[in-house]
């Protein structure tokens, strides 16, 4: 097991558009084992491979309090269940110390592979449905502060280049 370092928001990686995974292998199996590890020492409750600069379409996820529900998603789907809308206070590990109020459909469903390459569906709501939302947007190269004013986007943008730049 690796840990991975984590683009930051305003890093041009992070735009890419992940491919679809052809094969689910061992080396995919191996690059969810190093994202599991990266998210929960950051701690994060979820991870998008574009983060960890692989532009495949693969998300680790875990919600639970204990940190012992590992959700696996490869090649995710989604549709709207409800147009219901729910707001939340959203951070991202690639925008580190920043975290705004998204609104985001309430109910989803998400068809995808496992780590086995079987497909299986479910339906969250809540945080679990703001979280799927907010990497299959990472895949597409899209992040929270897209959906915040300008002004905001690019107060962030610059404080987290002086950090960047202090840390080089
Ligand atoms: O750790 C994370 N917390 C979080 C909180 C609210 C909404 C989404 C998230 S995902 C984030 C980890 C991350 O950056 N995933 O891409
Ligand atoms: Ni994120």
């Known amino acids: 097991m690796a840990l991975l370092p984590i683009l930051e928001f305003p890093d041009p990686r992070l735009r890419t558009v992940a491919a679809p995974v052809k094969e689910v292998d ?4 191996q690059l969810i084992d190093d994202m599991f590890e990266t998210m929960y020492d950051a701690p994060g409750v979820g991870l998008a491979a574009t983060q960890v600069n692989v532009h495949l379409q693969v998300i680790v996820i ?12 490869i090649n995710p789907q989604i549709e709207i269940l409800d147009e219901t809308l729910f707001d939340y206070e959203e951070g991202c ?3 580190p110390g920043f975290y705004e109020e998204i609104t985001r459909p309430r109910h989803v469903r998400v068809t995808s592979l496992d ?6 569906t479910m339906e969250p709501e809540g945080l679990l449905a703001v979280c799927i939302q907010h990497e299959m947007d990472h895949l597409d190269g899209k992040l929270f502060v897209d959906y ?15 950090q960047q730049k202090a840390r080089a």
């Not at 061992?26 to 199996?29: G, I, K, L, N």
């Open 26 to 29: 061992d080396s995919v199996r």
């Open 62 to 73: 875990d919600v639970s309090e204990e940190k012992d529900q590992p959700l696996v998603f």
């Open 115 to 120: 780590r086995e390459g079987n497909s299986f």
């Open 148 to 162: 915040i004013s300008n002004m905001k986007r690019q107060r962030i943008r610059k404080k987290l280049e002086k």
């Open 93 to 95: 590990l690639s925008i």
